[in-house]
């Protein structure tokens, strides 16, 4: 569905290109907004089919306070960060779809503070903590880029991964991985130079 949308927003506009060779390029990802982060990316191709790209910003809240269901987390957040590093090879091919088709990985890091709910302790008192919640995660990544005339690019992508959740304090027989999968999905937007 995405990949159709993509189509007809660029039109006959959109046509396959590979990264600049050693071009620098920002943008932003539509998944990171929707996850709460405001995230800004650089990246910088090294030939015209490999490009790294580092990505960090704050945790700014999600629309309408709601987390997304990949992320697992075991409170309110009250602040957090995200850090993310990844690669994209872009092999040499023909153009499908007026696209051109990479694979990658990547590697992220995301921090939060957050509010414990409730929970009674002996003596029927009641206890809200707050403590650190730390999430990493490692990505397989396959997807396409539209260029949309000479500087601006999108980028679809689907991944697969690993992740690892950790509390600095944990209720008793508390269970951290409760969702254990990554990111299942992106949307870049990259202006490039």
Not at 39 to 62: D, K
Not at 130 to 159: C, I, K
Request: aromatic share 10%.
């Amino acid at each position: 569905m995405w990949i159709a949308s993509l189509l007809l927003l660029g039109g006959t506009t959109a046509a396959a290109q590979s990264p600049i060779s050693s071009g620098w390029g920002v943008g932003v990802d539509a998944s990171r907004w929707l996850g709460g982060h405001a995230v800004l990316q650089v990246e910088h191709a090294q030939s015209p089919e490999w490009v790294w790209y580092i990505a960090a910003g704050p945790y700014v809240g999600t629309p309408q306070g709601i987390n997304p269901c990949w992320k697992g987390l075991k409170g309110d957040v009250i602040s957090g960060s995200v850090l993310s590093v990844g690669s994209l090879v872009f092999p040499a091919q023909e153009p499908k779809l007026g696209a051109s088709w990479f694979l990658g990985a990547d590697f992220s890091r995301e921090s939060y503070r957050i509010q414990r709910p409730a929970e009674n302790h002996a003596g029927g008192n009641l206890f809200v903590g707050r403590t650190m919640q730390t999430r990493e995660e490692a990505r397989f990544l396959a997807g396409a880029q539209w260029s949309l005339g000479n500087r601006v690019a999108v980028r679809a992508h689907v991944g697969i991964g690993v992740t690892r959740d950790r509390l600095s304090t944990r209720y008793v027989g508390e269970d951290v991985n409760a969702l254990p999968f990554a990111r299942p999905a992106g949307l870049a937007l990259v202006w490039r130079w």
